[in-house]
């Protein structure tokens, strides 16, 4: 079950992500739309809303949870990219003695 505060988080990733994907399928060259919301996605979400919105996609393949949904074009763009969309792991940092 999900939490409230976690379905509004996601819920507002995916509007931010739809609305990303609405201004680059404008674009007419399809597959440089398709990069430029990944690229977008990559460069200006924050590490926790790019594993968030991730793990949405694990848990709803199809994109669709309900009341809310990717777009068919953030999800395909996403989909394209997951692996290039998961951040780099981070390497601990050893306690100082």
Do not use: C
């Not at 199809?62 to 763009?77: K, T, V």
């Amino acid at each position: 079950m999900t939490t409230p505060h976690v379905f509004n988080t996601t819920a507002m990733l995916i509007k931010m992500a739809n609305q990303i994907a609405g201004f680059f399928e404008a674009l007419p060259d399809r597959e440089e739309g398709l990069r430029s919301v990944y690229e977008h996605i990559r460069k200006f979400w924050e590490p926790r809303m790019r594993i968030a919105l991730l793990e949405f996609l694990e848990q709803h393949p199809d994109g669709q949870d309900g009341e809310i949904g990717l777009s068919a074009f953030a999800l395909e763009a996403i989909n394209n990219h997951k692996a290039e969309l998961k951040p780099a792991a981070q390497t601990a940092i050893p306690a100082t003695p």
